[in-house]
T-cell receptor, first 110, second 111 residues
Framework: AQRVTQPEKLLSVFKGAPVELKCNYS??????LFWYVQYSRQRLQLLLR??SRESIKGFTADLNKGETSFHLKKPFAQEEDSAMYYC????????????FGRGTQLTVWP | DAGVTQSPTHLIKTRGQQVTLRCSPK?????VSWYQQALGQGPQFIFQ???????QRGNFPDRFSGHQFPNYSSELNVNALLLGDSALYLC??????????FGEGSWLTVV
């Protein structure tokens, strides 16, 4: 069964510190992994997807199939990064359907 | 392009009542999905519509039903509302496996 686990519900760092938001998944096949972000009072929006291998707003995420992880990283956090981050998975016969983790609320202190 | 638009933004219903939520997909998108997001949880997939037919369905009871119109807009209907149906209902649209865009959601409170 498909499952996405985000072990940290809350994560706080100071501005300029590195940040890593953890995401582990279970899926029997080749999944497509995403990170979505929701800033305060805004809609859920795509931050990045693993197939594009882009760096958005300084964030990167590498798909580790051996560890079934897709952690989100940024070397120097900014206050404007404070938001709710959701890891999500799609794939196979359920393409177009997203399975979400419960989310991690990131707070970046000045 | 207004993106995915949903209505209403907030509504309050009584247990046992029925509710209809509406969604207009992003321009050019033909696939619409609905998600339920309870407080403190990630969005949970309800169902997906393509070419006016339900293509995929999540683990939700038959009280949850939907429809897609020829212009690709969609409705979510929930019958016999329960207190546990209180949540944010998100509509998402896409086309041919490309980026999935979300609306701002409809907040449903069942009292």
């Amino acid at each position: 069964a498909q499952r996405v686990t985000q072990p940290e519900k809350l994560l706080s760092v100071f501005k300029g510190a590195p940040v890593e938001l953890k995401c582990n998944y279970s899926y029997s096949g080749s999944p497509e992994l995403f990170w979505y972000v929701q800033y305060s009072r805004q809609r859920l929006q795509l931050l990045l997807r693993h197939i594009s291998r882009e760096s958005i707003k300084g964030f990167t995420a590498d798909l580790n199939k051996g560890e079934t992880s897709f952690h989100l990283k940024k070397p120097f956090a900014q206050e404007e990064d404070s938001a709710m981050y959701y890891c999500a998975l799609s794939g196979g016969s359920t393409l177009g359907r997203l399975y979400f983790g419960r989310g991690t609320q990131l707070t970046v202190w000045p | 392009d207004a993106g995915v638009t949903q209505s209403p933004t907030h509504l309050i219903k009584t247990r046992g009542q029925q509710v209809t939520l509406r969604c207009s997909p992003k321009s050019g998108h033909d696939t619409v999905s609905w998600y339920q997001q309870a407080l403190g949880q990630g969005p949970q997939f309800i169902f997906q519509y393509y070419e006016e037919e339900e293509r995929q369905r999540g683990n939700f009871p038959d009280r949850f039903s939907g429809h897609q119109f020829p212009n690709y807009s969609s409705e979510l209907n929930v019958n016999a509302l329960l207190l546990g149906d209180s949540a944010l209902y998100l509509c998402a649209s896409t086309r041919q496996g490309n980026t999935i865009y979300f609306g701002e959601g409809s907040w449903l409170t069942v009292v």
